[in-house]
């Protein structure tokens, strides 16, 4: 009997709860506890979460991003524990072919370079939206820093910037800046001292700072803008590099319009802020 029962064990492996607790941190836990199919549809649940929430454009809404950002984290958690209640409840299972470590390995890799490359890297192109934190006082102070901003990437796919939008455009160097849009392809821009003019008529700007002590905003002498040219200001006119220093920007330079700030943190949560839109319309 014991020759019989020889191939069964030795074709079986024993699970550990911790071990398998440290395979689902490194984003493996069904593969180590010979779930493949779990393991398949926790890689492929975030992506189309994203991109029904992309395509039906909840992600830039407030109503849809957070619903959708924590059924994401919902299926981080679940692969995060289930994989340990598996192997505390069956901790004795057949081993599977793939149950070697230079699977785990292979997994672990394939897993962060798919998840950065259409998540983390292409997530504006691939999904429509963008989030972006803001590290500096130059939009002050409608955007704080330490606010994080949810940008539509697919807005002007269909339509054009409009006047008022505050945009995320990338300079040469390919740093991403958030500045308000005053001027259009055509417009003709001037200040006159803090006041912006834009077609020979003043701007209200009620959103803009306070003005700083001892500080003059930089001048801006009439300047009519190209077919493809638009110009931006930051709404803290006095501490912000903006259109004034570094010229109009191209329309392939701006990368979407920001919707909303999803997130508040500066130490400590700013619960006031959560969900506060930052469109015009």
């Known amino acids: 009997m ?38 398949i549809a926790y890689v492929l649940a975030p992506f189309a979460i994203l991109y029904v929430g992309g395509w039906t454009r909840w992600l830039v809404h407030p109503l ?25 409840r ?9 149950n070697r470590w230079w699977v785990y390995l292979a997994w672990v890799i394939g897993f962060n370079v798919i998840f ?14 963008d989030l972006f934190r803001i590290p500096s006082a130059a939009m002050d102070p ?12 697919w807005r002007y796919r269909t339509e ?19 500045k308000r849009l005053v001027g259009l392809p055509g417009d003709t821009l001037e200040m006159r001292g803090r006041v912006l003019v834009r077609n020979g008529s003043p701007v209200d700007e009620p959103y803009l700072h306070d003005p700083i002590p001892g500080l003059a905003p930089r001048g801006l002498q009439p300047l009519t803008l190209g077919p493809d040219e638009y110009f931006v200001l930051g709404d803290n006119r006095d501490n912000s590099n903006d259109s004034r220093y570094n010229g109009p920007i191209g329309r392939a330079e701006i990368v979407g319009r920001t919707e909303f700030i999803a997130l508040s943190f500066s130490g400590g949560l700013r619960w006031e802020r959560f969900s506060k839109p930052l469109t015009v319309d």
């Open 116 to 129: 950065d490359a259409v998540i983390g890297g292409n997530r504006a192109d691939n999904f429509g939206y």
């Open 2 to 39: 014991s020759a019989a029962a020889a191939p069964t064990v030795a074709n079986t492996r024993r699970l550990h709860p911790v071990l398998a607790f440290l395979a689902g941190v490194l984003g493996f836990g069904y593969v180590y506890v010979g779930r493949i199919g779990f393991a």
């Open 160 to 178: 054009s910037p409009a006047f008022g939008d505050i945009v995320i455009h990338r300079t040469n160097d390919g740093i991403a800046l958030v």
């Open 90 to 98: 069956r901790p004795v299972v057949p081993r599977k072919r793939y």
């Open 142 to 153: 409608t955007l704080q820093s330490g606010d994080w901003i949810v940008v539509d990437s």
């Open 64 to 88: 849809g991003w957070y619903p959708l950002t924590a059924c994401v984290l919902l299926v981080a958690l679940v692969a995060l524990i289930h994989p340990v209640v598996l192997a505390w």
